[in-house]
């Protein structure tokens, strides 16, 4: 799975708690998944002359090609997601399914029948980024972080803020939106042929629900999922996040292929459901009539078979394979 770079971003810095650890913890488990920092930001070269719709298609395509794998499931959220139907519209043989994420077709200065107060508001975040982004005080990026997180407490919001701070410089941020703005994807998402899943959060304040909407109805066959919430990007515990997991598993059919490969004995599965409960090895070894020794190798060998180092970590992916179910 290859992951279209988004500019608020940096591979270095992947706290837990937010999606980009999520993202990880969830499909490196399953999939090689690859991520990079898009041009301009991150751990990539931070001047660079090309910022545009199309270096940013020319870049996923550098990455593709490098990762080597000749097919692989695309994941394009948010500005990325335009980037990702791009790609997949140029190269049908090597994107074996489409993930989008709050993504949208056209953007504030590319629309068709432009809105006045719509390019306003447009002109209005360039403004923001270009006066206010490598200030000292956060109040210009504020305006950006109450959009995207309005559902995000203080704490959330400061981190989110210190990355934008740490991703971008003032200069790259306003080309990328300026870039992002003009963005049209109306042409290629018609000529998307692989199986395709497109999310939107009901609430989204940054880019409305119509307009992901209205992505998945350009691209043919693709399935549309409303997810609860207003923030653009989900946190890992909101309810979008565990919607949006249960069908992206379904849809790459990567759960039923973990489980097959990874085997428990019922007795080794017993004891992990007594361990995810939170009961010691003499509760439980008192509630299957064993030993508690007996319980601990039961446990060291639900370890080992799942591949983990801790019983926290083989708890969770066992439930994470369905095998704690009685």
């Given at each position: 799975m290859i992951k279209a770079a988004?500019?608020?971003?940096?591979?270095?810095?992947t706290p837990p708690g937010t999606i980009h650890s999520a993202l990880i913890e969830e499909f490196g488990r399953t999939h090689t998944y690859v991520e990079y920092d898009t041009r301009g930001c991150g751990l990539s070269q931070r001047k660079v002359d090309d910022i545009s719709f199309?270096?940013?298609?020319?870049?996923?395509?550098?990455?593709?090609?490098?990762?080597?794998?000749?097919?692989?499931?695309?994941?394009?959220?948010?500005?990325?997601?335009?980037?990702?139907?791009?790609?997949?519209?140029?190269?049908?043989?090597r994107v074996s399914h489409l993930i989008l994420f709050g993504g949208f077709a056209t953007s504030y200065h590319s629309t068709s029948h432009p809105d006045p107060a719509v390019s306003r508001e447009g002109d209005l975040m360039l403004e923001l980024a270009e006066v206010g982004w490598g200030c000292s005080s956060p109040a210009f990026r504020q305006v950006f972080v109450s959009r995207?997180?309005?559902?995000?407490?203080?704490?959330?919001?400061?981190?989110?803020d210190k990355l934008q701070r740490e991703t971008a410089t003032p200069d790259v941020a306003a080309r990328y939106l300026r870039a992002m703005y003009s963005m049209n994807v109306k042409e290629a998402a018609a000529g998307v042929r692989c199986p395709t899943l497109?999310?939107?959060?009901?609430d989204d304040q940054m880019v409305k629900?119509?307009?992901?909407?209205?992505?998945?109805?350009?691209?043919?066959?693709?399935?549309?999922?409303?997810?609860?919430?207003?923030?653009?990007?989900?946190?890992?515990?909101?309810?979008?996040?565990?919607?949006?997991?249960?069908?992206?598993?379904?849809?790459?059919?990567?759960?039923?292929?973990?489980?097959?490969?990874?085997?428990?004995?019922p007795r080794q599965s017993e004891v992990l459901r007594y361990v995810a409960s939170g009961q010691t090895d003499k509760q439980i070894a008192h509630a299957l009539s064993l030993s508690p020794r007996t319980v601990e190798m039961h446990v060291a060998g639900a370890i080992k078979a799942l591949g983990c180092k801790t019983r926290a970590e083989a708890t969770h992916r066992a439930a994470h394979h369905r095998l704690l179910d009685a």
């Open positions: 988004t500019w608020l971003t940096h591979i270095e810095q199309n270096a940013w298609v020319r870049d996923l395509e550098a990455v593709a090609d490098a990762s080597g794998h000749e097919r692989f499931a695309l994941l394009g959220f948010t500005c990325a997601a335009g980037v990702a139907v791009e790609y997949a519209a140029r190269h049908p043989d995207f997180l309005p559902q995000a407490s203080q704490a959330q919001w400061e981190t989110f497109v999310f939107h959060p009901k629900f119509d307009q992901g909407k209205r992505l998945a109805s350009l691209i043919p066959g693709a399935r549309f999922v409303p997810l609860e919430g207003r923030n653009h990007i989900p946190f890992p515990d909101e309810p979008a996040w565990i919607g949006f997991l249960q069908e992206v598993r379904r849809f790459l059919g990567a759960s039923d292929a973990a489980s097959s490969r990874v085997r428990l004995t």
